[in-house]
């Protein structure tokens, strides 16, 4: 064969010769970048005004930072405040999220493997009940939750946040649809044979071929828990409960006279980023795509 015709072939299969070039499209480039630059100039405006007082907020320039000391003197500002509530609100945030985020991943497993794996009387219309909570907005269940846990005398409490966030549809409907495709039945029929309890394969087997779902859940639940403002506001009415979402919020709130502490509130906005940034960097290598790869060989 020719080196003539050799080119000609690879052409009309779309592939480029060494010395060809490529042409770019630009059109995704410039999404990307655009997607890009809004989801990273809100953090940065944040990281630059956390180095600002109060007055220069508003006197100078958006992204340009000070540097006579702003941000030490916020961080001061932040962490003594009020006896240092700061930190008891960082402490609420991280039972509410941890423990939430916990306790709901292994709901949500747990009863995701079950829908998945196993039928029985009633599953169909579980998940199409379960699907159909997922159109639901989280929003509307806020005032009957309240009302619900008040009839038992469990508002104003850790319980009362915890509770209400243990089911989520999405995180079932997930754990589920991701059962079903990893974990093979043949694995199940031969733990069976060694004589595994139904709750030991799923302990042993099903949960660790679920990892990258169950730690997607735990994300998404934490990252909503820690965000969350409107659950907390209905639940609790003292400070000393309060997570970080709520006590940043009363500090903008101007009362007594006093003005908002709008550069006190940007300093908490930023430590209050950097658990989760942490949290995403930790996990993220639990999101293999070949995690079950060569289980089962057919």
Not at 99 to 117: M, P
Not at 167 to 190: G, N, Q, R, T
Request: with cysteine.
């Amino acid at each position: 064969m020719t080196s003539i015709q050799l080119r000609g072939r690879l052409k009309r299969a779309g592939e480029h010769t060494p010395g060809s070039t490529r042409t770019v499209n630009w059109v995704p480039t410039i999404i990307l970048i655009i997607g890009a630059l809004y989801c990273v100039l809100p953090v940065l405006w944040i990281l630059i005004a956390s180095t600002k007082t109060n007055d220069q907020l508003f006197s100078t320039a958006t992204f340009l930072p000070s540097f006579t000391g702003g941000f030490w003197t916020n961080m001061q500002a932040l962490f003594s405040y009020n006896h240092g509530i700061f930190g008891q609100w960082a402490l609420n945030s991280v039972i509410y999220a941890v423990g939430g985020g916990v306790l709901s991943t292994i709901v949500a497993g747990a009863a995701g493997y079950a829908l998945g794996k196993y039928r029985f009387f009633g599953s169909k219309w579980i998940f199409r009940l379960i699907v159909a909570a997922v159109l639901l907005p989280q929003i509307m269940l806020a005032i009957p939750q309240f009302l619900l846990l008040a009839k038992f005398g469990m508002t104003n409490n850790y319980a009362s946040v915890i509770l209400p966030q243990l089911v989520s549809p999405f995180a079932i409907y997930l754990c589920k649809i991701y059962a079903e495709a990893a974990v093979p039945d043949e694995i199940m029929e031969a733990a069976r044979i060694d004589g595994g309890s139904e709750w030991r394969i799923f302990w042993s087997v099903g949960s660790r071929l679920m990892m990258p779902a169950l730690v997607t859940v735990f994300l998404l639940q934490f990252i909503g828990i820690w965000n969350n403002f409107l659950l907390p506001f209905v639940m609790l009415n003292s400070d000393q409960l309060y997570p970080l979402t709520l006590g940043l919020y009363g500090l903008m709130i101007i009362t007594g006279g006093q003005a908002a502490q709008y550069s006190i509130v940007i300093a908490g906005v930023l430590v209050s980023i950097v658990p989760l940034a942490i949290l995403f960097l930790s996990l993220q290598r639990y999101w293999k795509i070949d995690l079950i790869s060569g289980g089962v060989k057919i």
